[in-house]
């Protein structure tokens, strides 16, 4: 498949960059932000982000979704990338919907429509520490009359804070098992975490959580490969909202390049500024095509489809930081004010980076995958 | 199946049978087969698979069959494309007349010159080098001194050229020469073609760092030139040259993607060892080397996606420039991590053990890179002038 977008999908974005520019651009953010909003999200955004169909995009259309694949999905998180808009698309519509897709029981699927609709808001619980690391779980869960005793500590769990269900990922006896579990069960305490960006996470801890046997999602023990799938999708959208932000922040940039004066000159016209501008131009090029070319691989079912999704967050996320970093520079002091956006961008940047594995993560599996 | 599936399996199965074996694997940038007139092969083999290939039009794949070229879309020459690296065929023929001369006379050519010229092309019959730069017409190509004298059906050229490349061992040149010496120096330069055979025409090899000679110093003293031969119009060869310049560009953009033979992580490994855990034993190399790799891989899909855009008629024509400047660049960063992982074996120039010091002349080669075909710098130039329209530049 040809690495651009497609007409339909190119309305898509149309349709999704008009919806945030108009309900949710930066402004929103802000509010939220400044009137220390108690949830830090808008429940009547997400609705009106779930009619638009934005919120099921990757859901089956028997179940409320537009039922689309991952380009798609990259494209709405990429819009959202441009807008900071505080949303629970990437823990809820994605990382909690593919998990459900692809593992849940007709009961535990029951949660789809009400995600596609903006109705409900589910949040996957997989990390731990400070750093990205899905292969050491230590969160257990131990057999108990008929069903499991969740014992453990998450963190970075987005929008954990105001979510309806959790999707916990625990180790059991028999290997990596998902769970489904109420917040309000005895023995979940959930603390939002306000982040650097505005944006909303929350750490979760479970103190002998019992659950049911058909609280688990898949098999016992078959979570890996559930979960696997899910990260893909959600490091291939992450890459999109990351080119996305360093994409406006570059474009913000060259708007000042071409109205700044200094020294009687537009600060556009300096070579110094110009060939770095001109570098980071290539770099988000590269930034597109690696990010639209993991989607694909997904769409497509490749083999190479996680390593893809790993070259993507890793490139996209350098390429993010460096537009940042060179947007806060060359707008001098006004990029350091709080009052102007780019210094936004960089803390939107920053989290989008730690998330689903950084840079050094994703190349630590590169190297592993080319066997050096 | 689809008509495309289908193509991929007869495609599949003709490279199986007519790829010969000693045609797939590894081939070293000194055993490349560039065809013309002298053409040497490395092996009968060799000959055979660019006669089979050429036959084919597949040395040119996206050219009209009527030309000789393959007449295939561009998502049928991606299939090809993926068939020939899954059996690892080597490149049948590298050629200055597909990357560079044929895009160009298949948008300014005349029929004529289309009919003659691009067949011979696809079946490596003619090897072709490239009058551009001159000793005062560097990253200022426009500045380009070499004279064509009108003296009615032909011209008298005069002047010199510098880094042609493999001029001793071309057929034929397309130069740019001065017609119009009174014009701003955009529009008295015009495109021509001849043969170097031609009396007055004298190359001589440039010796450089890598201690290989692969450009030479060429000169025109009183050389005749059919007009016929003219490409494009008259006084108006920055036309030509311009959009030429951007397949040269694409071309040493994907140099780091065909030239790139092992990879790096593998020559390291075989070079230093693993530790316990199965990794290169040396951390901060490591590192470096699965940094380069997530942006070669990024920039493979960039010049894919490149390639789709031109397909779809999306692309900037300026955006060869941007493919340019991050291969060469990239290209560099390999060689330079080709020779920290080599270490001191890497530092051998001369023997067989090392082949004659090919890591390392390899590696100095590479430095050309962002210098030939427009230094990085005039690419930054272009990118910021053309794509990113900033005041000034």
Redo the contacts between chains.
Sequence with gaps: M???LTEEQTMLQDAADGFLNERAPIAHMRKLRNERDADGVSRDLWRAFGEMGFAGVIIPEALGGMGLGAVEAGVIAESLGRTLTPSPYLGSSILSAKVLIEGGSQTQQAWLPRIAAGDAILALAVDEGAKHAPSRITTRADRAGNGFKLNGAKAFVLDGHVADALIVVAEADEGTTLFLVDPATAGVVVERTMMVDAHNAARVTLTDVAVDADAVIGAVGGGEALLDGALNLGRACAASSLTGAGDQAFKTT?DY??TRKQFG??I??F?AL??R???L??EL??????T??AQLAIDEGREDASL?AS??K??AG?VAELAVQEAVQMHGGVGMTDEFDVGLFMKRVRVLNELLGD??F???R???A??? | MTELEQFRAETRAWLEANCPAECRGPLGDDEMIWGGRDATFKTPAHKLWLERMGARGWTAPEWPAEYGGGGLSREHAKVLASELRRIKAQPALASFGVWMLGPALLAFGTEEQKKRFLPEIVRGEIRWCQGYSEPGAGSDLAAIQTKAEDKGDHWIVNGQKIWTSYADKADWIFCLVRTDPDAPKHLGISFVLFDMKTPGVTTRPITLISGKSPFCETFFDDVRVEKANLVGTLNRGWDVAKYLLAHERTMIGAMGEVGGGR?V??V??DAIG?DEA???DEPML??R???L???A???R??M??VG??V??K?AHPA?AS?LK??GSEMNKRRHELLMAAGGADALEWEGERSHDGKTARDWLRTKANSIEGGTS?V???I??KH???????
């Design positions: 040809p690495l651009i060259l390049l071409r000159k537009l556009g016209e070579q110009q060939h501008a001109a570098h131009f290539s090029e590269l930034a597109r095509a690696v639209i070319g893809a070259i993507a890793a490139k350098r840079a050094g994703h190349a630590e590169v190297a592993r080319q066997g050096f | 990879p992580g593998q390291a490994l693993a199965g990794r290169l490591r590192a080397i699965a940094d790799e997530i942006d891989a990024a920039f899909l960039a894919e996606r789709d855009q397909k779809a999306q955006i941007m400047y991050y710098e690419q930054l130039n990118i910021a794509l990113l329209q900033l005041p000034g530049a």
